[in-house]
């Protein structure tokens, strides 16, 4: 069950830290993400891939990339990194053992998305077409040789973002620097919709709310919140955004300017909840929603990763 709209604001204080003394200090952690089951925390420091359970003890560390993890997805069995040389490494995090590597044409990969159940995956790389890998078969066991068919829509702008609904493997949100964000039955691979804002640059970053909005942060436009049933804008923040945490499991949102200042938002309220400076001492490269919606990474050039409240 996500958090009550009356429940309305985060605090805004960090209340756990992963990383430091770990060796990691100074070593960018450009990616981060958090278990369904809101008891992992992932945190890609540089080529390195670290383990933490929630609570701040480190459970493991997982090696194999050659270049800097530029993202990482996570479901309940499957960890998915994607490094600046195409190279995906998939893993089964709660036994630290790699199950798979797949390598694309290019780099960098600039997104990926694993569905809910773990069964696709979805990147983006490059300037190419956004793939949709297969993972598995109909009874969970995991392919030998995963399969995947390409998205057709976005033409030859860069994917900038993608999120699996946390509700079904088959729809997916793509977003591009042409404006648009797209979305699709993945079983067919139709676009059912698009969202077009040409006028406020590319989009940097997409999530899914609770109920049927969408949250999108675009280059000069800000945050804005549309909702599905109508395709109409039903709420926005201008300003210069870079990031943006949110989740279907809280009425929060979290986001950060270019400044690295944080600002927190009650999106069914329409009001800022939180207004600061963060205690990171370099750029802030990422953010993550935690499932339980009363939490939210995040991780920068310092090489920390903070959790907050």
Avoid at 14 to 35: F, I, L, N, P, Q
Avoid at 134 to 162: C, I, R, W
Avoid at 180 to 209: M, N, Q, R
Avoid at 210 to 237: K, M, P, W
Wanted: glycine residues 12%; proline residues 3%; neutral net charge.
């Amino acid at each position: 069950m996500g958090v009550n709209d009356d429940q309305t604001t985060f605090k805004g204080r960090v209340v756990k830290s992963y990383g430091k003394g770990a060796g990691d200090v100074h070593v960018k952690t450009s990616a981060v993400c958090v278990s369904p089951s809101d008891d992992v925390v992932v945190v890609c420091h540089g080529e390195n891939v670290v383990v933490y359970k929630k609570t701040g003890e480190e459970a493991g560390r997982l090696t194999g990339h050659r270049s800097d993890v530029t993202c990482c997805s996570i479901s309940h069995d499957l960890l998915a990194t994607c490094s600046a040389k195409g190279i995906i490494l998939l893993w089964k995090y709660r036994e630290m053992k790699r199950v798979a590597r797949i390598g694309l044409p290019l780099g960098p990969v600039n997104a990926c998305s694993l569905s809910v159940s773990g069964r696709y995956l979805a990147v983006s790389y490059a300037d190419r077409k956004p793939r949709v890998y297969t993972l598995q078969a109909g009874d969970g066991s995991l392919l030998t040789g995963p399969s995947y068919k390409e998205l057709e829509g976005h033409g030859n702008a860069q994917v900038t973002d993608m999120k699996f609904s946390g509700m079904s493997d088959d729809n997916l949100m793509t977003a591009a620097r042409d404006g648009t964000v797209k979305f699709w039955k993945i079983a067919s691979g139709e676009c059912l919709a698009t969202i077009d804002l040409p006028e406020e640059g590319a989009i940097l970053k997409v999530e899914y709310l609770q109920g049927t909005d969408i949250a999108l942060l675009t280059e000069t436009g800000g945050l804005s919140v549309f909702n599905l049933d109508t395709c109409e804008r039903v709420y926005h923040v201008p300003g210069n955004l870079k990031l943006l945490a949110a989740g279907n499991g809280s009425p929060l949102a979290a986001v950060l300017n270019a400044s690295d200042c944080l600002f927190c938002y009650n999106i069914s309220q329409q009001k800022e909840c939180v207004r600061k400076g963060t205690t990171h001492k370099g750029s802030i490269l990422a953010a993550a929603m935690c499932p339980n919606g009363k939490h939210f990474l995040t991780s920068g050039g310092d090489g920390e990763c903070f959790l907050w409240d």
